[in-house]
T-cell receptor, first 112, second 113 residues
Framework: TQLLEQSPQFLSIQEGENLTVYCNSS?????LQWYRQEPGEGPVLLVTVVTGGEVKKLKRLTFQFGDARKDSSLHITAAQPGDTGLYLCAGVRSGGYNKLIFGAGTRLAVHP | DTEVTQTPKHLVMGMTNKKSLKCEQH?????MYWYKQKAKKPPELMFVYSYEKLSINESVPSRFSPECPNSSLLNLHLHALQPEDSALYLCASSQDGQGGELFFGEGSRLTVL
């Protein structure tokens, strides 16, 4: 079982639709990061959230960190074909751990 | 443009070959990482160097041998690989080795015949 569970695994939508991707755990994380990876390239960091309840916006992307710091969500408004890619959440567990743990990823396809 | 540079971008090698993957960063980061990524899977951590010392080895087979000549460079020496080692090998760096934000290179696509 993954320490960080992402859902859905796959998402295929039309341009202009809204979507939400979830990243859940039973463990508490000191921080969570979201990356986007396009085919043939390395992941690119989108955002880091560190405070429970924190909300960060990046243009049409809204990231939220759960109050208990066990979960996070990524909401995309009016998706564009350029949003297509693999979205990965990754986190550092609280309690002295220093290893970044990745979720399995959500593969998003936005069709024109 | 990524600030972590990996070479080569593509590598095809036989099971008896010896080759190396190289990674370079000039952001002053003190931690560097090797990840392995199979198709449609997330990156899997292989090694972490922190302040030029190997701090994490995720039980990687000895046919993969990392080397950190200085704080800007990271190599991965490959010898006697198996076809199942074919994957995208990603290098990343972070400010320190405490699980902070990672900056990834574009990866080296390795095919083992």
């Amino acid at each position: 079982t993954q320490l960080l569970e992402q859902s859905p695994q796959f998402l295929s939508i039309q341009e202009g639709e809204n979507l939400t991707v979830y990243c859940n755990s039973s463990s508490v994380f000191s921080s969570l990061q979201w990356y986007r990876q396009e085919p043939g390239e390395g992941p690119v960091l989108l955002v880091t959230v560190v405070t429970g309840g924190e909300v960060k916006k990046l243009k049409r992307l809204t990231f939220q960190f759960g109050d208990a710091r066990k979960d996070s969500s990524l909401h995309i408004t009016a998706a564009q074909p350029g949003d297509t890619g693999l979205y990965l959440c990754a986190g550092v567990r609280s309690g002295g751990y220093n290893k970044l743990i990745f979720g399995a990823g959500t593969r998003l396809a936005v069709h024109p | 443009d990524t600030e972590v540079t990996q070479t080569p971008k593509h590598l095809v090698m036989g099971m008896t070959n010896k080759k190396s993957l190289k990674c370079e960063q000039h952001m002053g980061h003190r931690a560097m990482y090797w990840y392995k990524q199979k198709a449609k899977k997330p990156p899997e951590l292989m090694f972490v160097y922190s302040y030029e010392k190997l701090s994490i080895n995720e039980s990687v087979p000895s046919r993969f041998s990392p080397e950190c000549p200085n704080s800007s460079l990271l190599n991965l020496h490959l010898h006697a690989l198996q076809p199942e080692d074919s994957a995208l090998y990603l290098c990343a760096s972070s400010q320190d080795g405490q699980g902070g934000e990672l900056f990834f290179g574009e990866g080296s696509r390795l095919t083992v015949l």
